[in-house]
């Protein structure tokens, strides 16, 4: 069975500072790999994912994924952080094509300090 | 477009009682997946619907059940509420496909007293 960790519940860093976000995922298959985010009060959002390709993933708000297979890894990253970057953020496998289900991490709350 | 909803926002209930959730898809999407969100945890996968069937369960017992109608919309039934039922529950509506992003509504907040 698949599995996620988030080691962080919680990452506290200052507006235009890197972050980085740690995910790491057990399966014993090939897996796709999925970052969400959830803003207050709101529904999850797909920030980016992995589904084959290359290793390195972008979003369109500057965050990017490595997927490191050897490690089973796939650390979410941001060089500069803003306010609005203040969310939850969950790391998500999935193992099957076809009904696609989703097993997600505990999540990370992303705090930016002004 | 109209993005996925999901009614009521939030709900009470006593233990042992009976719910309905439900989720209206996106258009244009044709499955809906059901999660189960506990405080500080992640969402949980509690089962998906294509084309009004049953496709694929999580590990949750069978008094959590579903539907899913012509139009694409979904419920979600909890017979015998229980105390660790209260959680909020997520629906997110996707196109059949090699993993088509799948779009959350906002949830239902469900306390069980």
């Known amino acids: 069975a698949q599995s996620v960790t988030q080691l962080d519940s919680q990452v506290p860093v200052f507006e235009e500072a890197p972050v980085e976000l740690r995910c790491n995922y057990s399966?014993?298959?090939?897996?796709?790999l999925f970052w969400y985010v959830q803003y207050p009060n709101q529904g999850l959002q797909l920030l980016l994912k992995?589904?084959?390709?290359?290793?390195l993933v972008e979003s369109i708000n500057g965050f990017e994924a490595e997927f490191n297979k050897s490690q089973t890894s796939f650390h979410l990253r941001k060089p500069s952080v803003h306010i609005s970057d203040t969310a939850e953020y969950f790391c998500?496998?999935?193992?099957?094509?076809?009904?696609?289900?989703?097993?997600f991490g505990t999540g990370t709350r992303l705090t930016i300090i002004p | 477009e109209t993005g996925v909803t999901q009614s009521p926002t939030h709900l009470i209930k006593t233990r042992g009682q009976q719910v309905t959730l439900r989720c209206s898809s996106q258009?244009?999407?044709?499955?809906v997946s059901w999660y189960q969100q506990a405080l500080g945890q992640g969402p949980q996968f509690i089962f998906q619907?294509?084309?009004?069937?049953?496709?694929g369960r999580g590990n949750f017992p069978p008094r959590f059940s579903g539907l899913q109608f012509p139009n694409y919309s979904s419920e979600l039934n909890v017979n015998a509420l229980e105390l660790d039922d209260s959680a909020l529950y997520l629906c997110?509506?996707?196109?059949?496909?090699?993993?088509?992003?799948?779009?959350f509504g906002p949830g239902t907040r469900l306390t069980v007293l």
């Open positions: 258009s244009g999407h044709n499955t």
């Open positions: 399966s014993s298959v090939s897996v796709y």
């Open positions: 998500a496998v999935s193992e099957s094509e076809g009904n696609e289900k989703l097993t």
């Open positions: 997110a509506s996707s196109r059949q496909g090699r993993f088509n992003e799948q779009f």
């Open positions: 619907y294509y084309r009004e069937e049953e496709n």
């Open positions: 992995y589904l084959s390709g290359s290793t």
